[in-house]
């Protein structure tokens, strides 16, 4: 595989931990494959409702434009057949709906070319029944059409896009169930640390901050709990050491 793929791939993932990096990578798809937009779609379908776009990380391009593509979606040739295709199934635009179907198409006429856009491949990348995700390249009328070589590049990148939103999905949910729990436990009047490596605090609600701030009895130096007097640091650590030993799992063999 091409360096600049490997290198892709490896931007792909680092994005499911931090969603910020989408554009950029994107953005380096884009510009390997010399292409004029690359966009990661999310596509919501509910009962007797039009497709509705629920999430388009993109590289840049007018928002104008992408905004009339949300209205535009049903004027798509084949788009039905298309969101139902096989993941990971690179679709020239052209080969799939035929090149006639698709010069003669109100898409064509009032979306595509005004951009100076030639032609597109869409891979489908996730399924569910209520959404499809797809990852969409368009080409410039100046560039030669999207080959075949073009078309396997991004079907090679399509599995590891999904593992990427997949663990992304689980990275969100973690996160949302964190924050519900920091929100209970700042709801205490109790102060609450959470520690590490011997009385490093890691996490501290909001009691627990206010009870260092006053430093009346408990301080913490470079961000390791102490006691604030000297004669009650070594009975302090006797308890959280206890504590700790209390609640450690014994080692099965």
Not at 21 to 28: I, K, P, V
Not at 135 to 151: F, N
Not at 178 to 206: E, H, K, P
């Amino acid at each position: 595989m091409h360096p600049a793929v490997n290198d892709l791939i490896s931007r792909i993932y680092d994005c499911a931990v931090e969603p910020s990096g989408w554009d950029r990578t994107l953005q380096a798809l884009r510009d390997h494959l010399s292409l004029a937009y690359v966009g990661l779609s999310v596509v919501a379908f509910e009962p007797a409702k039009p497709p509705r776009p629920v999430l388009m990380r993109g590289t840049d391009w007018d928002a104008d434009w992408i905004a009339r593509l949300v209205g535009a979606i049903d004027s798509l040739p084949g788009f039905e057949r298309m969101r139902l295709a096989p993941l990971d199934q690179p679709m020239l635009f052209r080969d799939f709906v035929g090149a006639e179907v698709f010069d003669q198409s109100p898409f064509r006429r009032d979306w595509v070319e005004p951009q100076g856009l030639r032609d597109a491949c869409n891979v489908p990348v996730l399924q569910r029944p209520e959404m499809t995700a797809m990852l969409t390249a368009w080409a410039a009328q100046g560039r030669a059409p999207l080959s075949t070589h073009d078309a396997e590049t991004l079907a090679a990148i399509a599995p590891h896009l999904r593992r990427a939103v997949l663990i992304g999905e689980q990275f969100a949910q973690a996160r949302a169930e964190a924050a519900i729990g920091s929100n209970l436990l700042n709801s205490l009047a109790t102060a609450v640390f959470l520690l590490a490596d011997t009385n490093r605090i890691t996490w501290a609600n909001d009691a627990a901050q206010a009870l260092l701030s006053d430093a009346g009895h408990l301080r913490a130096p470079g961000g390791w709990l102490g006691a604030a007097a000297s004669a009650a640091a070594r009975p302090l650590g006797e308890a959280l050491a206890a504590a700790v030993a209390r609640m450690r799992l014994p080692v099965l063999r």
